[in-house]
Nanobody, 127 residues
């Protein structure tokens, strides 16, 4: 049974940093596309970052240069290091998995392609 579970959210001041963790079980992260999505109040869930084929990373424009996605294969865990946080980064952050590494690039940004989701972790950035 495949499961993903997030942790690491919290309250931080603007300009601060947080690191989110996504622990996966039932499938190795190296054989999957792992991604972070977020949903702010009253808005649709949006793509943030993805890790594909072990080292290929993808980011939405608003977080480039501030967020970094990475994986620890030994721990089967994916991280999202978030620096220079802004109030507009406030959202519930979700970890998602596409249980295949044989995907075309376009599916990385396709929410419906993700088969497994965590419960989400709240990130609040105060101004």
């Amino acid at each position: 049974q495949v499961q993903v579970s997030e942790s690491g959210g919290g309250l931080v001041q603007a300009g601060g940093s947080l690191r989110l963790s996504c622990a996966a079980s039932g499938r190795t992260i190296t054989s999957a596309v792992m991604a972070w999505w977020r949903q702010a109040p009253g808005k649709e869930r949006e793509f943030v970052a993805a890790l594909r084929r072990r080292t290929s990373t993808h980011y939405t424009d608003s977080v480039k240069g501030r967020f970094t996605i990475s994986g620890d294969n030994a721990k089967n865990t994916v991280y999202l290091q978030m620096n220079s946080l802004r109030p507009e980064d406030t959202a519930v952050y979700y970890c998602g998995m596409i249980p295949s590494d044989r995907t075309i690039l376009s599916v990385v940004w396709t929410e419906s392609a993700y088969e497994y989701w965590g419960q989400g972790t709240q990130v609040t950035v105060s101004s």
